[in-house]
């Protein structure tokens, strides 16, 4: 019994050995576009392209599926003509280290905060969320008012999406997406993880829109052990991010945007109008806001229509522009 007790532990102990390897070989695959900046104690992926000269449009990602900067791609190649694009990682995301757990939206725009200022960028700037990364930008418009001169939340999750203006299915889903992520962080010690995302179908149908080497990119950087362990972390502590963003009130003279998927094919009635009805409510947090319906997108506007994304962020900047003439 002792000879099988030892054997087993040593091949657990090899196959953590190599997923961490294969891990670290998968992390340093692809060439890193732009730069690194150390930012407390871990490296942060920061990517600054198109005019310099023109105003100054900051992304911040989702999390859903292990989201990342390239997730921007299709948007970004459409503005960057017309704007200065910055594109970067979250901690455990993409090309940046994993950082600190727990993990709320406030280390996060405080990471962003200091990023930015590595990368001389003062603004002000157009600040682009979606999904998780909604809330994050709400919370650094918040914090630096001065520093953010528009504001786009796109499929942006809400404060209140887990309380009684959501139906109850919808609840019980959110639950088993956060035990599903807290399963996966064991499983992806042993390399399990990589093969069951491979599996979902949802996946596939929202990578195929990329272009083949930014798809392979995102297979590889979704099943890193900082990436599934993160979006667990986030999906813990969730709530603390509500409580957080529940202190925005209102941004007065900071246009805000909202941009909201209209097909929605899997959810109920109840739910859509939900969902209708807390975007027109944060609409609602600027004296200058603007609801967006993309009609052919679920809720994943930049991927499956980055065009209307990008025609939101022309319009905000043209009334910008004419502001201040």
């Not at 953590?16 to 992926?45: D, V």
Request: proline share 3%.
């Amino acid at each position: 019994m002792v000879i099988i007790g030892c054997s087993i532990v040593a091949i657990i102990l090899a196959l953590l050995w190599t997923q961490m390897l294969m891990n670290r070989r998968n992390q340093n695959r692809y060439h890193c576009a732009g730069r690194l900046h150390m930012i407390g104690q871990r490296k942060l992926h920061i990517d600054v392209s198109g005019q310099s000269e023109a105003p100054t449009v900051v992304f911040d990602h989702g999390s859903e599926y292990g989201a990342s900067s390239l997730t921007w791609h299709m948007v970004a190649e459409r503005v960057e003509h017309f704007s200065r694009v910055v594109t970067y990682d979250r901690a455990g995301y993409g090309f940046s280290d994993g950082g600190s757990y727990p993990r709320t939206s406030m280390d996060h725009v405080d990471d962003l905060h200091q990023l930015l200022l590595a990368e001389n960028i003062t603004g002000p700037v157009i600040i682009v969320g979606h999904g998780y990364g909604a809330l994050n930008a709400r919370l650094f418009a918040y914090r630096f008012p001065k520093q953010v001169s528009g504001i786009i939340l796109v499929d942006a999750l809400h404060e209140d999406e887990h309380t009684n203006k959501y139906p109850e299915q919808y609840m019980k889903e959110q639950l088993k997406l956060q035990k599903r992520y807290k399963r996966y962080t064991l499983l992806n010690y042993i390399g399990v993880a990589k093969g069951l995302l491979r599996l979902q179908r949802p996946l596939h149908q929202l990578f195929n829109h990329y272009p083949m080497a930014i798809r392979q990119q995102m297979w590889t950087l979704i099943a890193l052990n900082k990436t599934v362990k993160t979006i667990a972390n986030e999906q813990a502590h969730i709530e603390q991010v509500f409580n957080q963003v529940r202190k925005v009130k209102s941004y007065k003279n900071i246009p805000v945007t909202v941009i909201i998927g209209g097909k929605m094919v899997d959810d109920s009635n109840d739910l859509m109008q939900a969902r209708y009805a807390l975007a027109a409510q944060m609409k609602k947090l600027s004296e200058e806001g603007l609801l967006i319906i993309a009609p052919n997108s679920d809720r994943h506007v930049p991927t499956e229509q980055p065009e209307v994304v990008a025609d939101a962020i022309r319009r905000m900047i043209n009334h910008l522009k004419s502001e201040y003439v």
